[in-house]
């Protein structure tokens, strides 16, 4: 199935390179918290998305806060929200919703129990969510593992979502790390890690096509969206290389083979990610003193700040991406 979607995004996007002309497409996630008493904010940001002129909006993960219950009414909430939409939006899964499950506090699921039933309850159809969808390539057939990584394009432009959580992509460090504030047991800890390889393989991969994909249409940017944010050493805290803490071990292979495709990629390159609830544009990479120039980093609001980034893509501008905050009144 998973191939004939691909075929199907391949030929969308050979089309689309060839009309490519200006539009934009929205960005959000991190919300609602009922913990941050977000819920009455909610209708006032859905109405700001529905009346603007985007495409298309790509949601980066957590649909609940870190702290509450993984229970199933939180998953039918969340597709409710986005059933509010005029326009397609495209789910991305948190650490919220499935990584962080294990702690007491969220009622101590088993981790790998919650992301099955995500697998199966998120992505109920091929397409995206909304009440207008739009078809998506998905990495695996509906209900299996990796469905949730999904492809498209638009306009000579290649968008790909990877579930790359937070809480370093359930990558678990040792023993305190497996027991602490959680349920888990060491069996769970040890099927955890082995969930962590084989997943980031799957990104890898998945990553890696879109590369391919965007290469082979001669798409001029490229739009990664995960929900991590992978530790990215920062300007501001010269002297120590963040991007090597222990805390963020779980995303350094997907990174490096990110810098790898990036480097042989003419286009531009968004990254985008949510997580750490601020917004947040800049070059992360290589370092603070080596530029990738052809790779941005856009970091999302998040609870409490309801607000979403409209990016623009125009056809004559040679960075593609121009991003926009959209601050919601109240």
């Known amino acids: 199935m998973s191939h004939r979607f691909l075929a199907g995004a391949l030929l969308a996007l050979g089309m689309a390179c060839a009309q490519a002309q200006s539009f934009s497409f929205g960005l959000w996630g991190d919300m609602p918290y009922q913990k941050a008493g977000d819920d009455p904010k909610i209708p006032a940001l859905l109405k ?10 790509i949601y980066d993960g957590d649909i609940k806060d870190g702290s509450s219950k993984c229970t199933e009414d ?16 495209v789910y991305v899964p948190g650490d919220n919703e499935w990584t962080d499950c294990h702690r007491l506090n ?62 370093n992509n359930n990558k678990i460090l040792d023993e305190k790390d497996c027991t602490q504030k959680s349920a888990r047991t060491a069996a769970q800890c040890e099927a955890s ?19 391919s994909q965007a290469k082979a249409g ?28 222990p805390g963020v071990s779980g995303y350094r292979n997907f990174i490096s083979k990110l810098i790898t495709e990036t480097e042989q ?13 601020f917004f947040k544009v800049d070059k992360p990479l290589y370092s603070p003193t080596r530029l990738l120039a052809n790779l941005t980093r856009l970091q999302t609001f998040g609870s409490p ?9 125009e056809a004559k501008n040679p960075n593609v991406f121009t991003v926009q905050p959209v601050i919601v009144k109240q």
């Open 48 to 57: 700001s998305i529905n009346q603007s002129d985007i495409a298309f909006s």
């Open 74 to 89: 939180i998953y039918a909430s969340a597709l409710a929200m986005f059933g509010e939409l005029k326009k397609p939006v």
């Open 106 to 167: 969220n009622g101590g699921y088993d981790a790998l129990e919650r992301l099955d039933y995500l697998r199966k309850t998120m992505f109920p159809t091929t397409r995206s969510l909304g009440k207008r969808s739009m078809a998506l390539a998905h990495q695996a057939s509906l209900g299996e593992k990796f469905v949730e990584n999904t492809r498209f394009a638009h306009q000579g432009i290649v968008f790909a979502t990877l579930n790359v959580p937070g809480s």
């Open 193 to 211: 890690n082995a969930e962590y390889l084989e997943r980031d393989a799957a990104n890898v991969r998945w990553m890696q096509e879109a590369f």
């Open 218 to 245: 001669k798409a001029r940017g490229l739009a990664l969206v995960i929900q991590a944010d992978p530790g990215f050493d920062l300007p501001e805290t010269e002297g120590i290389d963040e991007s090597q803490a």
């Open 265 to 277: 990629f003419a286009g531009q390159v968004l990254l985008v990610h949510g997580d750490t609830h």
């Open 305 to 313: 700040l309801i607000h979403w980034v409209r990016v623009s893509v």
